[in-house]
């Protein structure tokens, strides 16, 4: 499961009642929650924050949280 499928497990989100909302399709929606080889574009989160009435900004640190600068 992806940070973005964990995310929607912990705020209890229906994917179905997110589809209706951003126009995001279920199966694509089904692949992002579930699928970490699949790219989440920023057009998408945007669409899913607002669909789950979210600061986009919110989302995006709870999707990206695992991500760190390279070391120098």
Known sequence: MTE???YFAKKSVN????????GISKTRLSEL???SNTQLRVKELYLI???I???PCELL???CKGL?????
Not at 68 to 72: D, T
Request: charged share 35%.
């Open 53 to 55: 009435d979210v600061d």
């Open 33 to 35: 929650a579930n699928n």
């Open 15 to 22: 994917r179905s009642d997110v589809s209706r909302k951003s």
């Open 4 to 6: 973005l499928g964990l």
């Open 61 to 63: 640190n709870e999707v």
């Open 49 to 51: 924050a607002m669909a």
């Open 68 to 72: 760190k600068l390279p070391k120098e």
